[in-house]
């Protein structure tokens, strides 16, 4: 059975701006390395994927930029969709795509926006996940073993052990634990027996979709329905009256919370899903001060501590005296803001959407 992968990448990335626009969201920034997000993603799994079996799904309004910043990905290789509704639509479409054209497939399915260190054993997971839908059909997660007790992320309670290839373990689920408090989090962290749910999933397209049939029917009975008609012009059509009506929903709510035939594999790799500035203090290198650099410009710190600095420009970031801030320079906009207000990110947008003068900033 030929494997796929799958990339979502139709995210909007709000916690990042201003760095991350409506017109260039986050996966397109180069906030790690010299690649950006979504390359990074796509070159991840290419030793063991080639792109051809890369598949990318993605609003309209994103699929011209992407045809310009990674020319290497096949045109017919993405997969639009009508409107944005969250990940168990997109997934089922991407799975529809694989059945009606391959008949079946192994789906990777990955954010396009996550720090993965290093990737060979990442890859090493990904064949151990095809291992075990190959012989138990399940629907596989992608766990990570905690390095806090952070609350910001989802948690997976695990079972018993149902496999081990070359030493990388998968286990059943007993529950799925969303965004703890302070106080749970810590419980789940010194427990032992929870990991990070990663956002990554792996399974057979035609086992999401019967899946779905269960959990999601309006959603897999508009599937099916694209799948008859796969290449003839009313395809779109049926895509477009569907993507209307269907309900936004997360897969882990609309399936794989509810699925009886879940695993999770046990993932120690370095890993974080990058979804706010304060993910770069955890990822990047640290000065002797704490200070964090990224991006293009020449940066004078002086007496300055625990600061993180991004820039898009040729250009001269100062900061002198200062601590605890996140300072962002893309030259129309200049964010400075204390680390402690990096959670509510996406009122400040709000904020901004406010003022219809300010619309070019977003």
């Known amino acids: 059975m030929e494997k796929f992968v799958v990339v979502l990448a139709g995210g909007k990335g709000e916690r990042f ?11 397109f920034l180069k906030l790690m390395s010299d690649k950006t997000m979504l390359r990074a993603t796509i070159e991840r799994t290419r030793p063991i994927v080639p792109i051809e079996r890369t598949l990318i799904v993605a609003n309209s309004h994103l ?22 509704k969250n990940t168990a639509p997109a997934i089922c479409l991407a ?79 007993k529950s799925f634990k969303e965004k703890p408090s302070r106080v749970k989090a810590q419980e789940f962290y010194f427990a032992g027996d929870y990991l990070w749910n990663s956002g990554n999933f792996m399974f057979r397209a035609g086992k999401i979709l019967e899946e779905a049939e269960k959990y999601l029917p309006e959603c897999a009975n508009s599937m099916r329905e694209y799948i008859e008609n796969y290449g003839k012009p009313q395809a779109n059509d049926i895509l477009e009256k569907a993507f209307e009506n269907i309900t936004a929903v997360s897969i882990d709510v609309a399936i794989l919370e ?14 974080d899903d990058v979804g706010s500035w304060g993910a770069l203090e955890r990822i990047l290198h640290k000065d002797k001060f704490n200070n964090v650099i990224s991006g293009k410009s020449d940066n004078l710190l002086l007496d300055t501590y625990e600061t993180t600095i991004y820039s898009d420009n040729d250009s001269l970031v100062v900061a002198f005296g200062v601590t605890d801030l996140v300072i962002v320079n893309m030259g129309d906009v200049v964010l400075v803001m204390n680390k402690t207000r990096i959670s509510e990110m996406r009122d400040l947008v709000k904020k901004i959407k406010e003022n219809p003068d300010w619309k070019k900033y977003l």
């Not at 701006?17 to 996966?27: D, E, F």
């Not at 509810?258 to 890993?271: H, P, Q």
């Open 63 to 84: 699929v011209e930029l992407m045809k310009e910043t990674h020319p290497e990905i096949p045109e017919q290789n993405y997969i639009i969709e009508p409107q944005g």
């Open 258 to 271: 509810k699925s009886e035939d879940v695993a999770v594999l046990w993932g120690a790799f370095r890993w």
């Open 17 to 27: 701006w201003p760095a991350s626009r409506v017109n260039r969201p986050k996966q």
């Open 95 to 173: 799975a529809a795509n694989i059945v009606a054209k391959y008949g079946d497939g192994i789906m990777f399915v990955l954010a396009s926006d996550h720090y993965i260190d290093p990737p060979q054993m990442f890859r090493d997971g990904l064949d151990v996940a095809k291992e075990v839908i190959l012989k138990d059909d399940k629907l596989v997660l992608m766990g990570i073993q905690p390095t806090r007790a952070e609350t910001g992320y989802g948690y997976i309670h695990v079972d018993e052990k149902i496999a081990e290839y070359d030493g990388i373990k998968c286990f059943g689920v």
